[in-house]
């Protein structure tokens, strides 16, 4: 009887090992169809992801796809990610995660969020700063770079959610207050200065100029600064062209790069 029970117990045992959810070591982050990257970048890449996902409980994702348009999810890049999202079963805890998209030929890219923790770290001003650090490397085909930046920029988001200090867009109370600050203390020191200076008085007219009683022992010219006049040529924004979005159960942007 104790031997049919122990084989039950080992039985239940493998059973529980089979179905046990796949550790986050062993879960892919990086998709890759186009070969672009090397398995070292990959392997790189996958790290910062799977550290991501233990510190914070939250998935990250990139997938690099030649075009998006042949996966079978129509002609929204936006679509195409968070279905992507969904048929990989991708997220983590209560399926919190944000994935980037880029799709070459077209030069399409799309982000989405989802899951309570990944919407919090990224809402709708955050992922715009975010794809603001990320996509300039993508403009110039900077592949890895790219990439590399998007997993630690978010990593960064997360961390600070995780303090409860998510990045958000600025407050305009606090700045007002800063802004008095600021003012007070530059009178404060005005203030300081002028009562160091009482023993200065100005000449009513310049009469010891005229009269000759101003008596200079050197003179002599010297070529202090120059002035040079020059006009910024502003490069278009990273985002042009991006736009906000929702569905599929959560939110994000997609646009060119």
């Not at 179905?19 to 070969?35: Q, W």
């Not at 048929?87 to 980037?100: F, H, K, M, P």
């Not at 530059?186 to 010891?208: E, G, H, P, Y």
Request: proline share 1%; aromatic share 12%.
């Amino acid at each position: 009887m104790k031997k049919i029970i122990s084989i039950f117990i080992l039985v239940l045992l493998f059973i529980g090992a089979v179905l046990m959810p796949v550790s986050a070591a062993e879960k892919n982050y990086v998709f890759d169809e186009t070969g672009i990257l090397s398995e070292a970048q990959l392997a790189k890449l996958e790290q910062k992801a799977v550290a991501c996902a233990q510190n914070y409980n939250v998935g990250v994702y990139f997938a690099l796809v030649d075009n998006f348009k042949d996966m079978g999810y129509g002609d929204d890049i936006y679509v195409a990610a968070y279905s992507f999202f969904d048929d990989n079963n991708l997220g983590e805890g209560d399926g919190s995660g944000i994935i980037l998209m880029l799709s070459l030929s077209n030069r399409d890219y799309a982000s989405f969020v989802r899951g309570e923790k990944g919407e919090y770290a990224f809402d709708e001003y955050g992922l715009i700063v975010l794809e603001e650090e990320f996509l300039p490397y993508f403009g110039e085909n900077q592949w890895f770079e790219g990439a590399d930046c998007y997993f630690s920029q978010c990593a960064k988001f997360l961390e600070a959610a995780e303090n409860g200090e998510p990045v958000r867009e600025g407050n305009t109370k606090a700045y007002a207050i800063g802004l008095c600050v600021s003012v007070v203390l530059a009178f404060i020191i005005c203030t300081i200065l002028k009562a160091q200076m009482k023993s200065v008085a100005k000449a009513a007219a310049a009469t010891a100029y005229i009269s000759g009683e101003l008596r200079l022992t050197h003179q002599r010219d010297q070529f202090t600064h120059h002035t040079v006049h020059r006009r910024k040529i502003e490069k278009s924004s990273s985002s042009s062209g991006s736009s906000a979005r929702s569905g599929g159960g959560g939110h994000g942007r997609s646009g060119k790069f």
